[in-house]
T-cell receptor, first 111, second 114 residues
Framework: NAGVTQTPKFQVLKTGQSMTLQCAQD?????MSWYRQDPGMGLRLIHY???????DQGEVPNGYNVSRSTTEDFPLRLLSAAPSQTSVYFC??????????FGDGTRLSIL | AQSVTQLGSHVSVSEGALVLLRCNYS??????LFWYVQYPNQGLQLLLK??????LVKGINGFEAEFKKSETSFHLTKPSAHMSDAAEYFC????????????FGAGTRLTVKP
């Protein structure tokens, strides 16, 4: 099993550009989430999904969009990148009542 | 909403010494509690979890944690530190029944001195 796969691993953007961070899981998990990790702040929840077609906002949703058209995929979209969105992004998935499985992260720099 | 406070952003111990990483939580319903470890440039790996039942939970790599409801705490311990334990550790809480997702503490970086 591949687990949770995130692409790309590294990305540099210019302010105002858009991009999509990809996340796929092969464990048939209902729940998927996106977090950002910043020094001294732990992981903060951006958006999450409790099943295909259902998404909800987390702690820091502004500037990000998500969709969940399939169980496997949960892409995160930055519509107009800002320097404040420079961070490491983690995707995670879990089954009901189970802990999170994390991907290896995407390191994003916005210039 | 649930939240987690980790006391001490950096902890330094000598090899062979006791490791104690502190975590306090806030939750309006009975919580599920977790400890994760992150090695440099990697994702988070589950160390242990508390859901229901026994309040002393044993995890991987010799770590354990005790759920104390009266103190709203879930501290992580290991009797004897090893150099390979150097990493960042995150405590997390979840309220499964509310469809809210997992919330993390700010993390504690553990350094192990030879």
């Amino acid at each position: 099993n591949a687990g949770v796969t995130q692409t790309p691993k590294f990305q540099v953007l210019k302010t105002g550009q858009s991009m999509t961070l990809q996340c796929a899981q092969d464990m048939n998990h209902e729940y998927m989430s996106w977090y950002r990790q910043d020094p001294g702040m732990g992981l903060r929840l951006i958006h999450y999904s409790v099943g295909a077609g259902i998404t909800d906002q987390g702690e820091v949703p502004n500037g990000y969009n998500v969709s969940r058209s399939t169980t496997e995929d949960f892409p995160l979209r930055l519509l107009s990148a800002a320097p404040s969105q420079t961070s490491v992004y983690f995707c995670a998935s879990r089954g009901r009542g189970q802990p999170q499985h994390f991907g290896d992260g995407t390191r994003l720099s916005i210039l | 909403a649930q939240s987690v406070t980790q006391l001490g952003s950096h902890v330094s111990v000598s090899e062979g010494a006791l490791v104690l990483l502190r975590c306090n939580y806030s939750s309006s319903v009975p919580p599920y509690l977790f400890w994760y470890v992150q090695y440099p440039n990697q994702g988070l790996q589950l160390l242990l979890k508390y859901t229901t039942g026994a309040t002393l939970v044993k995890g991987i790599n010799g770590f354990e944690a005790e759920f104390k409801k009266s103190e709203t705490s879930f501290h992580l311990t290991k009797p004897s530190a090893h150099m390979s334990d150097a990493a960042e550790y995150f405590c997390a809480v979840s309220e499964w029944g509310n469809n809210n997702d997992m919330r993390f503490g700010a993390g504690t970086r553990l350094t192990v001195k030879p």
